[in-house]
């Protein structure tokens, strides 16, 4: 059996839309950390490696059989401004596998060497972002939020020029697909819409299958796409997460999270949350994130209107149409989200108004949110005076009343506090990456040498919604003097 059963239908089906390339040699690849559950999902026959076998696998300096190594072109609005010509500068596509329950999945390394899209950039990636990823989209996964996964981490034994020298590293990045809304960009911009409607049609099969059916599929494949981003970013908002450089090439069609580069959890409840360092105008902030979701699915649905429809200004009506559903269908994910958070299962009325007290009670405060909802989850049935949940406020007037009310909510539809603290407790993670605890990680690695701290975030990470009291310190906020307020983009 061969280890990777690879089947690899964007080369065979796509030629023109990538390019070949090939990972360059490291000096001395040691794996950092392997994805055994991950890998078993995929169906990969991993027995015939040791661990340096995998660990020259998984930096490129030995490609596996049927592996066809290339790197997809890509165009992006950067901030607002075009790029028509970024593509896979820093990552390599191996190839895709066909998982265990029939889903296809690429399997793609990150930092493996120069590709023809590298433009200026060496193609590597240093360590620090390597483990931030692993760290951030396995934890996502974890918390049931559609994400790009880790299959392995590994150290190169190169160095890497970045503002200072720091260990390179390499990624394996697993994805439903690499398709982002700057692919669709990089042939609309140049005027190919062959190579659109071959993409597109690639999309919808891999995808949104279910398009193909409706009377317009390149509509209802814009409209599937915007669904799932709805969905996507409601729960990021749910648990607080601020991506950070949502540009159209870091938006991937399929609905899942991807890229983690200047990426960050809120600590304490603020819309304006905004860590990455190079976004000095707030674009990316926390609670900018769906007007942006839907400014990138605007590119999108430009490069699919000359598909839609012959007549061009119907096509633009139509698909208009699609779009200016976004908000709406954001806000019906984003309280079904919450909803679960409070323990509610029905939807009413009055749910956004009394969600919205508490986040701005929260604000007013700067309370912490994942303990904040933690605390309300464990002490559901007892919230009363001297709570947990209430000694967290200063206003402790103001935050009993919105409890009164929450329990009026929880009784008119008919659900015990009892049962409602147990299902809260699946829905409020104890534990997020906290960015005081990924910086330590980070700095751990590149400047001692020490993978300890990792090894033991990602554990901890890897069950977000159990106490493990063992663990409790990893549930702590930051002090003052820890919080980090900026991350730095992934390269
Ligand atoms: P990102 O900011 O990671 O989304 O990357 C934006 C673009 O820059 C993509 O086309 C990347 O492939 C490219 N890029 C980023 N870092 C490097 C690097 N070290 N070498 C070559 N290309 C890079
Ligand atoms: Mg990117």
Redesign the pocket.
Known sequence: MTAFPFDNSYARDLEGLWLKAMPSRVSDPQLIRFNNELAQELGLDLSAYDDPGLAAVLTGNDIPDGAQPLAMAYAGHQFGHFSPQ??????ILLGEVIDRQGRRRDIQLKGPG?TP???N????AALGPVLREYIVSEFMHAAGIPATRALAAVLTGDEVYRETVKPGGVFTRVAASHIRVGTFQFFAARGDMGAVKRLADFTMARHYPEAANATRPYLALFEAALERQAQLIAKWTAIGFVHG?M?T??MAVSGETI?F?PCAFIDHYDPDALFSSIDQNGRYAFSNQPLIAQWNLARLAETLVPLIDANQDEAVRLVTEVLETFPERFESRRLAEMRLKFGLSTPREEDAALFKQLLDLMQLEAIDYTVAFRRLASDADEVGQDSDFVNLFADKANVESWLQSWRERLLAEGTKATSAGLTMQVANPAYIPRNHRIEGAIRAAEDDGDLGPFQKLADVLARPYDDQPENAAYQTPPRPEERVTKTF???
């Open positions: 970024l593509g896979d500068g820093r990552a120069r899209f590298s433009r950039g060496d193609g590597r450089v540009n090439d870091n890229d580069g983009c992934g390269t």
